[in-house]
DNA sequence: TTGTAAGCGTTATCAC
DNA sequence: GTGATAACGCTTACAA
């Protein structure tokens, strides 16, 4: 992509304008940024000029150089751009900061948290974009960017992950949420339990979530989900090593159908299964039909999350008030008066639905 | 948002590190973009002070100011940010233009076309964003920003609408996939068609897509969908005036639901139904199930797009390569070496599924 | 291999 | 109300 000056014609500055007009480049400045400053018939006059002379308004890298800033944020993600648009809940979170920043015209950068960690010969910055603040998007706290974001030296605010000193936090009480789905089953009669988790740690492990695994949780939501989960089961005298827990690869249909079978494979399959997402359990409901088994008579089930597919599938799960989150962050981040620790706890809602039912006799 | 100064220290420069160094402003600077301009020593010597420093790289704004390019690209909606990251196609082209910003390490600003439309009174740019060119994706031919944006001076091109003089162009071939639609449903002999339109203008109107609208369609893949849908009816013996036609106020299902019952309700009401895109087909479905018709038995339906949701629907449609439009349109903007006029169409292809049978007796 | 100096297009300060 | 002048932080000939 090469420059403006590639079709020949220099660029239209300011000065352009003013010389035309027959004013000081100050005075057509201020007819942009401050009306008050000048005769609303000058001011007219200087757009005319303007218009004729091609002039679009004053170029967005020289103000930002300029002002200091550039009215425009960045959103981190930690997956990969493509995984992101095909999860409903970063969608909802995303549309949430979406309507924030249109409503302050602010503009919105997106930021793969994948695509900084490569060059890592140069130390760059996170993308190119000018930012004036990021959003951490459950960015896993051992990667790279999060100290890329904080030696950026501009405003950052964490939605769900990781929690950071000194950075305003945006989430909802994991562990409480969990501890309520759990909770939920076990007033049904549930006993035998099974828990499908979503990646424990940045690697490439998939499979039984051992006892080693779970002691090392690098991710605090999941790490907070679980210890809900087991602390409910705990209170009702199940202990945690009697708890059989698959951890999956990525947050997909796919991963949750093949956590499913480890599940039910095994000896005194649970009646239960707790999945840490929507999209995790609609997999496992598949499974546990294909199986054979009636949903909620044989087994039961409890997602996370409360996408759309989740009503439609009548799995009950935690509504997360999605777009909240984001709309909360870009406010966190635009309020950003001083260093104060302002942190936002969002309300969930246990929704029950169909998929589940009392424990079957026996 | 305020500047990086208000955390009292002064900005890290360039120049700071230089100084800490011993070494000129430009070898710095050189370290970063030239790396075989100076010994792996220094380079690394620099590196290190920078680090110590708290220099993150060069300032992205004074950057763009000195070179001309920024190293992002903007992706402009027509539609309001919240409902682009509702609509699964939108989602799709986004997916393709993430994909390839990712694989070019270019930032990716979005930017929609409503903010814009905002400030009447100041000329102000599109967005404050500084790109070096836009993705105009599927805009309204008469909307304000397509002068803008091509004011802005910058490389362009349009996926799907609208077509402009000297821009390069990603699309289908909306007539042919439609025509081809509505071919299809002749040759299982139906006879008596209703079509479900998308916007055919940029007003609040929805009910009745008249003659009069139907003359005048701003969005030319509307125009061309209808075209192919009546050429084919036209080529079997149907006038367009016996083809009763809906149009919807917004891409949903919901309009899709109330669009149906309008066919529905008429006298010898449709035994076939073309719609323009897949949600309104599958809002559609609910409503002719709901009226105690059966699909494909009474009435058969094609859509357009193959959303996932198509495919569990069993909703037979265009399946239309929406992510590789999006990494088409990458791979224009960046490739422009000249003003030459490149355009693109894509393949599309039919998808067959149980929505469609043969027309009932009678 | 390194340094000097001239921009890049604004905004901000402060006189007039 | 208006206009010089100095930043803003960097890139890039060109010179050494």
């Known amino acids: 992509m090469k420059t403006t000056r590639q079709y020949g014609r220099r660029k239209v500055t300011l000065k352009d304008v003013a010389a035309q007009v027959g004013v000081s480049h100050t005075t057509v400045s201020n007819a942009y940024i401050r ?11 200087i757009f005319a000029a303007a218009q004729e002379l091609g ?3 004053p170029d967005p890298a020289a103000k930002q150089l300029a002002t200091g800033h550039s009215g425009a944020l960045g959103f981190l993600f930690s997956e990969d751009l493509p995984y992101a648009f095909s999860d409903p809940a970063v969608l909802a979170v995303l549309n949430g900061v979406a309507k924030s920043c249109d409503e302050m015209e602010t503009d919105l950068a997106l930021i793969s948290a994948g695509s900084s960690l490569r060059n890592m010969n140069t130390p760059v910055s996170l993308g190119n974009a000018a930012v004036d603040g990021y959003i951490l998007y459950s960015v896993a706290p051992d990667s790279r960017c999060v100290l890329m974001a904080q030696q950026r030296n501009v405003p950052l605010v964490v939605v769900d992950q990781p929690r950071l000193d000194n950075v305003p936090y945006v989430g909802i009480d994991d562990r409480g949420a969990a501890y309520n789905a759990a909770k939920t089953l076990l007033e049904l009669g549930h006993r035998r339990f099974g828990i499908l988790s979503l990646k424990t740690a940045h690697d490439d492990y998939f499979g039984i979530l051992t006892a080693k695994r779970r002691a090392n949780i690098a991710h605090s939501t999941i790490a907070m989900r679980l210890e809900g989960y087991l602390t409910a089961l705990q209170e009702a005298g199940i202990a945690p090593e009697n708890v059989p827990a698959w951890e999956i690869p990525i947050n997909s249909e796919e991963s949750g159908a093949e956590g ?6 095994r000896q005194n399959a649970p009646t239960a299964i707790l999945a840490m997402s929507d999209r995790v359990a609609i997999g496992a409901m598949q499974t546990i039909r294909a199986a054979g088994l009636s949903i909620p008579e044989d087994v039961s ?7 759309p597919a989740a009503a439609l599938s009548d799995l009950s799960t935690i509504r997360q008030p999605h777009e909240r989150k984001g709309m909360e962050a870009v406010r966190l981040l635009t309020q950003q008066d001083g260093r104060q620790n302002k942190n936002v706890i969002l309300e969930t809602e246990l929704v029950a639905r169909g998929s589940i039912g009392p424990a079957p006799k026996g």
Do not use: C, H, V, W
């Open 35 to 45: 009306p008050g400053q000048l005769s609303a018939a000058l001011r007219e006059k």
């Open 55 to 57: 002039y679009t308004g």
């Open 260 to 265: 499913a079978r480890f599940l039910l494979n």
């Open 301 to 307: 089930i409890f997602g996370f999350d409360d996408i």
